[in-house]
């Protein structure tokens, strides 16, 4: 079984003793490629240079919406000469979030309208972020997203609604531990068959949403954990674990245009 975590943070500092041992540990389950994501200039510099001194790593670049209130045009051009790096395959995380509202609205909105700009200047698939924007995030796709812009819905949790959207415009969706977890999954195991299989990843979103049975052990989530949630996602959709590991292989390498 060929796996690809298609969104972890390996830059974030709960990796800073062991990050070696870490990404030996995914590979060892099958992990065969990574891609480490982004979310400001320090972490997107981090990411990069995580991605360029190992083989089967990638990097995205980009502000989070959590960061959008340090975002700016000199941030942002500096984004744009660390993507000429080969190893960067994607632009995000960007998007919305208005639940913990670490940004303005205003900043968020605006950081998001030129980073969709961005990535289709540059021609790079995008990551995006949506948390409680109560159909804003949509209502931004629809008027400044380009036809032939492609992405991942990371994290994916909305609602079945939104999810049809989402499939509509052409989107990926990404499903997390948050699958494997007996009540905080719920809705979301419910809705796993009206997803084609054609439009769906696995991420661990490491180190957070460590999955189960690891969150039994650890807080800390890593690559390695991402064959828990395809094995419950197989579960779930009664499937094979061997066949549908590799239709989300093939989407990921589809997506980020990896060979």
């Known amino acids: 079984m060929k796996l690809f975590d298609s969104h972890c943070h390996l830059d974030d500092k709960a990796y800073a003793k062991d990050i070696k041992q870490v990404i030996d540990r995914a590979r060892r389950n099958g992990v065969a490629q990574m891609m480490t994501v982004g979310v400001n200039r320090k972490t997107a510099a981090r990411a990069v ?3 360029e001194s190992n083989p089967g790593i990638y990097a995205s670049v980009g502000f989070h919406p959590h960061d959008a209130g340090q975002c700016n045009s000199e941030a942002l051009d500096f984004l744009i000469r660390l993507a000429k790096s080969a190893k960067v395959k994607a632009w995000g995380e960007i998007g919305l979030d208005y639940n913990r509202m670490y940004a303005p609205r205003k900043d968020q909105e605006r950081w998001f309208i030129r980073q969709l700009e961005i990535a289709d200047a540059l021609d790079l698939p995008i990551i995006f972020h949506e948390r409680d924007s109560n159909g804003r995030f949509l209502e931004i796709l629809k008027i400044h997203l380009k036809n032939e812009q492609s992405g991942v819905i990371h994290c994916f949790s909305g609602t079945s609604e939104e999810m049809q959207q989402y499939i509509h415009l052409g989107f990926y969706i990404g499903i997390t531990g948050i699958l494997t977890l007996k009540e905080r999954g719920a ?4 809705m796993l068959s009206q ?18 049975p690891e969150k039994n052990h650890t807080r800390r989530n890593e690559p390695a954990f991402v064959k828990s949630v395809l094995l419950k996602l197989a579960e779930v959709r009664n499937e094979a674990p061997d066949l549908l590991a590799q239709i989300i292989w093939d989407n990921t390498c589809r997506l980020y245009r990896i060979n």
Request: charged share 25%.
């Open 49 to 51: 240079s995580l991605a």
């Open 187 to 190: 809705n979301l195991r419910k």
């Open 195 to 212: 997803i084609p299989a054609e439009r769906l990843l696995v991420e661990t979103d490491a180190p957070y949403l460590t999955p189960a």
